[in-house]
């Protein structure tokens, strides 16, 4: 059974560039939620996302990103026209039901970001 | 809203010595409190969790954490520590103020086990 399931594991992109990071959650899972992590930090909380809905996105930056969970595929964060202030580790997880605080959420391994 | 501290950024011990590693919380409601580990270029690990039931908690690789309302805190402990343990460790918070279970993290403590 594969865990949560992130590409490309590391992006290089020059400033001005889109950078696109796809999330595979766990099989049977159907909740995805991302986080950023800079560095020196803990990780921050971007969006939380269903099939074909996006629930809470409360922490996406206003401009440049955005992010989809199609009804088939991968769920994709996308970053227009990225600075160097983007560089990070975008970490995806998932979780079977999402409405519940006790429940797990199943990290992948990120993707490390790099802005030149 | 919740929050997480985690006073300490950087935890060095001895191998074999015990382990202590200190989160306090805030939050309005009842909270659900994790920690994960983050070995170097690594995902998220779960240790363990708190969700109302025990107290203390038990986890994996010998890690155990103890709620505490009153003093509002979630301390993760080991009794003896191994090399392999080197790692960041998040304590976590997830409560009932929205309709998801959006994960609050600290910023993390480094462990360094020296042999």
């Known amino acids: 059974n594969a865990g949560v399931m992130q590409n490309p594991r590391h992006l290089v992109r020059r400033r001005g560039q889109e950078a696109r990071l796809r999330c595979s959650p766990m099989?049977?899972?159907?909740?995805v939620y991302w986080y950023r992590q800079l560095p020196e930090e803990g990780l921050k909380f971007m969006v939380y996302?269903?099939?074909?809905?996006?629930?809470?996105e409360s922490g996406m930056p206003k401009e440049r990103f955005s992010a989809e969970f199609p009804k088939e595929g991968p769920s994709i964060l996308r970053i227009q026209q990225v600075v160097r202030g983007d560089s990070a580790a975008y970490f995806c997880?998932?979780?079977?039901?999402?409405?519940?605080?006790?429940?797990?959420?199943?990290f992948g391994p990120g993707t490390r970001l790099l802005v030149l | 809203a919740q929050s997480v501290t985690q006073l300490d950024s950087h935890v060095s011990v001895s191998e074999g010595t015990p382990v202590l590693l200190r989160c306090n919380y805030s939050?309005?409601?009842?909270?659900?409190l994790f920690w994960y580990v983050q070995h170097p270029n690594k995902g998220l690990q779960l240790l363990l969790k708190?969700?109302?039931?025990?107290?203390l908690v038990k986890g994996i690789n010998g890690f155990e954490a103890e709620f505490k309302k009153s003093e509002t805190s979630f301390h993760l402990t080991k009794p003896s520590a191994h090399m392999s343990d080197a790692a960041e460790y998040f304590c976590?918070?997830?409560?009932?103020?929205?309709?998801?279970?959006?994960?609050?993290f600290g910023k993390g403590i480094t462990l360094s086990v020296r042999p």
């Open positions: 997880a998932s979780s079977p039901w999402g409405q519940f605080i006790q429940e797990t959420q199943y």
């Open positions: 099989k049977g899972h159907s909740h």
């Open positions: 708190y969700t109302s039931a025990a107290t």
């Open positions: 996302l269903q099939k074909e809905n996006i629930i809470d």
């Open positions: 939050s309005s409601y009842s909270p659900s």
């Open positions: 976590v918070v997830s409560d009932e103020s929205g309709a998801n279970s959006k994960l609050t």
